[in-house]
Every structure is written in C-alpha cells, then in structure tokens.
C-alpha cells in the first residue's frame, strides 16, 4: 500500500524558515508529479509548488523567491525550503503525487498533512 508521510511543520517566527520533507513508500515504481499543497482555516486548498519527474518546477505567486520544492528520485522524497516566512503561509501542508505502484497503473495520493504555523 502506498503512503505518503509528511514531516517539518511546526511553529516559527515570521522571517523564520522550516524545511517540510514528504516521503512515499510502498511498493512503488515510478512517480511523476509531487505537489505541495496548504489549505489555511476558512479558506480552500491551494497549490503552493509542483515538480516534475523531469526536474521542472513551477510555485504560486504568493511563493515565487521565497519557497524552492526539491525531490530525491532515489528515496521517493519531495521537499520544501521555506524562507522568509509570513503569517499568512500559516495552514496545514498536504504533499501529493502521482504514482504508478504494483497496483498496475497510476494514482493521486495525499499525505495527512503537516501544521505551519507562522507567528507575527
């Protein structure tokens, strides 16, 4: 069964940086797109950055300079530097991808998501 599991979320004053890491595992063969996602309270989910298999990268406006989405095609892993944070980055961060595993073709997965809470 495939999982993805996201880790680096926490509490960090405004300017601050964190590092947010979301691993895949299972029996998995290839993956195309991994994708960051936040849903802040009261607002609907957004895509704050998205990476290729093939190393491109696009981010949200309100992130451009600021955030840098990486992958570990090795390890399954996708990653996101935050820097300069700002109390409105606050929400919860959902990593998704697309994943072809032993069930034969691919899927849409989403990790459990992990808190950022940014302070002013």
């Known amino acids: 069964q495939v999982q993805l599991v996201e880790s680096g979320g926490g509490l960090v004053q405004g300017g601050g940086s964190l590092r947010l890491s979301c691993a895949a595992s299972?029996?998995?063969?290839?993956?195309?797109?991994m994708r960051w996602y936040r849903q802040a309270p009261g607002k609907q989910r957004e895509l704050v950055a998205a990476i290729s298999s093939g190393d491109s990268r696009n981010y949200a406006d309100s992130v451009k300079g600021r955030f840098t989405i990486s992958r570990d095609n090795a390890n399954n892993t996708v990653f996101l530097q935050m820097n300069s944070l700002k109390p409105e980055d606050t929400g919860v961060y959902y990593c998704n991808a697309d994943i072809y595993s032993s069930s034969g073709y691919y899927r849409n997965y989403w990790g459990q998501g992990t808190q950022v809470t940014v302070s002013s």
């Open positions: 299972g029996r998995i063969f290839s993956i195309t797109f």
